[in-house]
């Protein structure tokens, strides 16, 4: 198991590596310059030229990608042109929206699609079986941002139960203004993420249901019920980690989504103003950051895989 | 039968779901006619420890106003944070600032501004005519990065004869001296003003105070209590910068904010009932012009050029997107000097756009490609092209990012046709710059331009504008669809709210709440 860490930890500073050398490569694909935008349209060229020189975007590609992940190296992801903000330290600050965003979202797609999932797949040939999975099926055609838009029209508008948009100026200084501005971005985010997941939930356990163990289980005395929740879903929750692991990378996407809709300022919504302003030092930092963080949960996905299924372990 | 049963369920939620959003966005009856100019008068019992919260649009990028670009930026901390010599009145006349007057010498070479004696930086220390010197020099030193150094091209020299009097000699007469000093070239700094730390620290000497900026949502201000002049009647204002037009309705229907600014004039409808809200209707500078690339490809032709302002209905697209807007026919809005009607020069007239296609060539049809940024409504992109499609102009519509129309159009003046809002004011001077991405070059236009800049006096320069300003839109230089006019929704209670140029300048001296 040790090996197994190391090895995969050697992988994780390799791919990060590469991932640096991508990124920076590709902003730099990218039509125009944070110089332009410092300038704007009534600056000189002479003007934007010395903005550029002083920024130090003139230096040959080797050189600037050598200064920034020298920083990066010794802990400074770098920062903002145009604000001079800490990478880090802005991207802490908008995790405290992002972050309890996309975990809340998990938390209430698990509740809802586990036992939903589990209740389509046993009942898969009574009404409510079908009812659910219908459910899950419209759960996923229906568009992120239409749910958004919908919830807000009822539950802000209409009823004013909740907040329409924003997050408060103080932050989790008032916790439930800030709880409240993000029950319906979770309700939107928890639909589409648990429709996705209850699918995976169901075929998992079907698949399971069919297994000639569970039939054996069932021979040697449990009921139905007890060798599911016994042999049954740890069996089912192995492929269901993986697609869990999938979507929680898919949840940054999801979140760029959510944010737009109810004005919250987070990752995604900072990621879209910093690329529109070209702040590519800020931006390449930021990337870095949430693609180490997307293979980080890839290795502990790796890792909770070998932890619930022995079949893994024993084949290293 | 089970499965068809829950589809059908599931399709009756949809469709109750597509009515709530229908009824939540629906059009006003008129929307040509909603909006006022008038707003209510300051309540007599003002509530003075009052917060407002006020919707924008656009975020700045920083709040370095000395070095950093963006309307954004001129928008919340001129007369706010920071104050000039001179500022704009609510119709965008030159008025006193930190100047409480000024003389002009007869033959318009010098200059002496007189400065409020009490005047103060937030820090406590007294404006003295060093500040207003340095402040200015930092403008006029060769390799400045002061994005409006331009302004000031004219100065000569500038010198304080005592603590309170700045003198500033010009090289020559300029009509646009003034003007400038209104703008960020014109704001008084403290003496040795580091501009790199004004991110995150202002000194300014306005009414309010920067309290704070989370980048992404909303910048505080707060009432400075130490003012020199009239203090503010409210405590505090929080600008939200709300992008999307829907949300920020929402926001101001169920009482986030208090003030929506640039309101969609297709989304009026929630706002009809007059007990709660006002509308505002007010007028900008932002001209949304389709430049044709005098310079190369089809449109070097004049005839092409003026095929195509002709065959655009410019009511029919106002109509479209609203009515909040009016059409202009030149390059100069009424509100800027050297404004003249000219919307008859290449009206809207089909048949004769074919014509002149048919005389330039292309009478068989023409390709062309416009670029636009993807931050204005879609809706232009489509009209113009079944517009020109009508006098056989096949229009590709190309919705770019900003940054990539800077790189593009902008810069390398790799285009045909573009679409973009100039929203400054006083700007016919791109058409007399033939290096500008429009193209156009005309010598008459750059003399009388050239002129007008060193008239004797106002009515010698707009004459010399209004020449210039008609013989670009003879030469259909480029086409102007229309000057936006912008909406505000104001919640009741709230006064001295602003009405025109909100994207220029918001100047909240006269913002009151009434006392609940």
């Known amino acids: ?316 | 039968m089970r499965r068809s049963t829950a589809l059908r369920l599931a399709a009756t939620a949809v469709l109750a779901g597509l009515a709530a959003t229908a009824c939540g966005t629906g059009s006003a009856d008129d929307p040509a006619n909603a909006g006022q100019t008038n707003q209510a008068a300051e309540p007599v019992d003002v509530d003075t420890g009052a917060t407002v919260d006020v919707r924008l649009v656009l975020e700045p990028t920083s709040l370095d106003i000395a070095t950093t670009a963006g309307a954004a930026l001129d928008q919340i901390l001129l007369d706010n944070i920071y104050q000039g010599l001179l500022t704009r009145d609510e119709n965008n006349k030159v008025k006193p600032s930190l100047a409480t007057s000024y003389d002009e010498s007869s033959d318009g070479l010098t200059y002496t501004f007189r400065l409020a004696e009490n005047a103060t930086f937030h820090d406590g220390a007294k404006v003295t005519a060093a500040d207003a010197v340095w402040s200015l020099k930092q403008v006029t030193a060769k390799g400045s990065k002061n994005p409006d150094a331009a302004a000031l091209a004219s100065v000569k020299s500038v010198s304080a004869t005592d603590d309170h009097t700045v003198v500033v000699k010009l090289k020559h007469r300029d009509t646009g001296l003034t003007w400038g000093l209104t703008g960020r070239a014109g704001i008084v700094f403290k003496k040795g003003t580091d501009f790199s730390t004004l991110v995150g620290k202002e000194n300014g000497t306005g009414p309010f105070k920067l309290s704070g900026w989370k980048r992404g949502s909303s910048i505080t201000f707060v009432r400075n209590d130490a003012y020199w002049g009239e203090k503010a009647k409210v405590a505090k204002v929080v600008f939200q910068y709300i992008k999307d037009d829907n949300a920020a309705n929402n926001a101001q229907q169920t009482g986030q904010t208090d003030i929506e600014t640039a309101v969609d004039a297709t989304l009026l409808q929630p706002f009809s009932d007059r007990r709660k809200y006002t509308v505002l209707r007010g007028d900008t500078t932002d001209k949304f012009t389709l430049a044709l690339n005098n310079a190369a490809g089809p449109t070097k032709d004049l005839r092409v050029r003026r095929a195509i302002r002709q065959a655009i209905d410019k009511p029919g697209l106002i109509k479209t997107l609203g009515g909040a807007a009016v059409q202009v026919g030149g390059p100069v809005p009424a509100t800027d000097p050297g404004y003249e009607g000219l919307t008859s020069i290449d009206a809207y007239d089909p048949e004769n756009a074919k014509e002149l296609l048919r005389q330039a060539g292309y009478g068989d049809g023409l390709k062309l490609t416009v670029k636009i940024p993807n931050i204005y409504p879609a809706e232009i992109g489509d009209y113009l092209a079944s517009q020109l499609k009508q006098v056989g102009i096949e229009l590709t519509v190309r919705q770019v990012e900003f940054q990539t129309w800077l790189d593009a159009v902008y810069t390398k003046h790799d285009y045909q046709l573009s679409l973009v809002d100039h929203a400054e004011a006083r700007d016919l001077s791109n058409f007399a710059n033939p290096d500008y991405y429009f193209g156009y070059d005309n010598a008459n236009v750059q003399k009388w331009y050239a002129a007008a800049q060193t008239a004797s006096g106002d009515s010698e320069r707009d004459a010399l504008l209004k020449k210039a300003a008609r013989q670009v839109s003879e030469d259909a230089a480029a086409d102007w669809l229309f000057v936006n006019q912008t909406l505000t929704v104001v919640r009741s209670g709230v006064t001295g709210v602003p009405r025109n140029f909100t994207s220029n300048r918001y100047d909240l001296a006269n913002l009151a709440v009434a006392k609940k």
């Open chain 1, 1 to 316: 198991m040790t090996l197994y860490v190391l090895r995969r930890a050697g992988l994780l500073v390799v791919s990060l590596f590469a991932a640096s050398v991508l990124i920076f490569l590709v902003l730099r694909l990218l039509p125009g310059d944070v110089a332009q935008t410092i300038g704007g349209i009534k600056a000189t060229p002479t003007q934007v030229a010395a903005v550029r020189h002083d920024l130090g975007l003139d230096r040959p590609l080797t050189a600037q990608y050598g200064s920034w992940i020298g920083g990066v190296v010794t802990g400074d992801f770098g920062r903002s042109v145009l604000d001079g903000t800490s990478v880090s330290g802005q991207l802490a600050e908008k995790f405290a929206v992002t972050g309890p965003l996309a975990v809340g979202a998990v938390l209430l797609a698990l509740g809802f699609a586990v036992p939903l999932g589990v209740l389509a797949a046993v009942r898969r040939d009574s009404r409510l079986g079908g009812a659910v999975n219908a459910l899950g099926q419209l759960g996923i055609a229906l568009p992120t941002l239409w749910v958004g838009l919908l919830l807000v029209v009822v539950f802000a508008v209409q009823v004013r139960w909740l907040p329409a948009q924003g997050f408060p100026v103080d932050g989790w200084d008032e916790p439930g203004r800030a709880l409240r501005s993000l029950v319906l971005p979770w309700l939107t985010l928890a639909l589409s993420e648990g429709a996705v997941l209850l699918r995976f939930v169901r075929s998992a356990v079907l698949d399971v249901l069919h297994q000639d163990w569970l039939r054996t289980a069932r021979a040697k005395g449990h009921t139905r019920t007890s060798a599911l929740l016994r042999h049954g879903l740890r069996n089912a929750a192995v492929p269901v980690v993986s697609v869990l692991g999938l979507q929680i990378a898919a949840l940054v996407a999801g979140a760029v989504v959510v944010e737009q809709v109810f004005v919250l300022p987070g990752v995604g919504q900072m990621l879209i103003t910093d690329v529109g302003n070209r702040d590519l030092d800020k931006v390449q930092g930021e990337i870095l950051l949430l693609t180490g963080a997307v293979l980080v949960i890839g290795f502990v996905v790796d890792l909770v895989h070998r932890l619930i299924d022995p079949k893994l372990r024993s084949a290293v």
